[in-house]
């Protein structure tokens, strides 16, 4: 069955600190792996796409890892900031298909 | 703002009510979805329209009924909710139905069944 884990479920972390999400999934065929960061109260935003052959992607503070031989994925976040605060989804695309298999999303919370 | 606009942002209904989401693209999209967002769930698809046409409806119940009128505006018509309907709507378009585009989201509809 497709699926896509993250991991943790939840984190709190000091302003200014760095930390890591990570992404297991057992879809295939694979075909690109994206990042979402949603806000409260409002639609999903993208923050990265990684096809097969890319294994790392940034975009600012935020740098995504793709290793496609473990199914596994990780998004760092460097010198958090308060408008990091959100919650964080994992989605992958299985083979040519439209649709989007969807993590359940990490909640990043950043505090002062 | 990312393009995609919905509206109301907030519904409360009755179990009896009829009420209608809407969706309006400003990007130029010819792919056009419905997704349903419960509290620590993932996101599920509910509808896709490509070039107006319904592509896929993921065994959503005949309670909620979609329609597209053209490639910018998304409905989606309510009737007779149940309590468990209350999520958040979100519409999202991309430019064609592949998976290598971009999708992007509108800020959602917060509904309540009451």
């Known amino acids: 069955k497709n699926q896509v884990e993250q991991s943790p479920q939840s984190l709190i972390i000091l302003e200014g600190k760095n930390c890591t999400l990570q992404?297991?999934?057992?879809?295939?065929?694979?075909?690109?792996l994206r990042w979402y960061k949603q806000d409260t109260g409002r639609g999903p935003v993208s923050l990265t796409i990684?096809?097969?052959s890319e294994n790392t992607k940034s975009n600012g503070r935020y740098t995504a890892t793709l290793d496609a031989d473990t199914k596994q994925s990780s998004l760092h976040i460097t010198a958090s900031q308060l408008s990091d605060s959100a919650s964080y989804i994992c989605?992958?695309?299985?083979?040519?298909?439209?649709?989007?298999?969807w993590g359940a999303g990490t909640k990043l919370i950043i505090k002062p | 703002e990312t393009g995609v606009t919905q509206t109301p942002r907030h519904l409360v209904m009755g179990m009896t009510n009829k009420k209608s989401l809407k969706c309006e693209q400003h990007?130029?999209?010819?792919?056009m979805y419905w997704y349903k967002q419960s509290a620590k769930k993932p996101l599920e698809l509910m509808f896709v329209?490509?070039?107006?046409?319904?592509?896929e409806n993921n065994s959503v119940p005949s309670r909620f009924s979609p329609e597209c009128p053209n490639s910018s505006h998304l409905f989606l018509h309510l009737h007779t909710l149940q309590p468990e309907d209350s999520a958040l709507y979100l519409c999202?378009?991309?430019?064609?139905?592949?998976?290598?585009?971009?999708?992007?989201f509108g800020p959602g509809t917060r509904l309540t069944v009451t």
């Open positions: 989605v992958v695309s299985e083979g040519s298909n439209y649709q989007l298999i």
């Open positions: 999202a378009s991309s430019h064609l139905l592949a998976y290598v585009y971009e999708q992007y």
């Open positions: 990684m096809t097969f």
């Open positions: 992404c297991n999934y057992t879809v295939s065929p694979f075909s690109n």
């Open positions: 329209y490509s070039l107006e046409e319904r592509v």
């Open positions: 990007l130029g999209h010819n792919a």
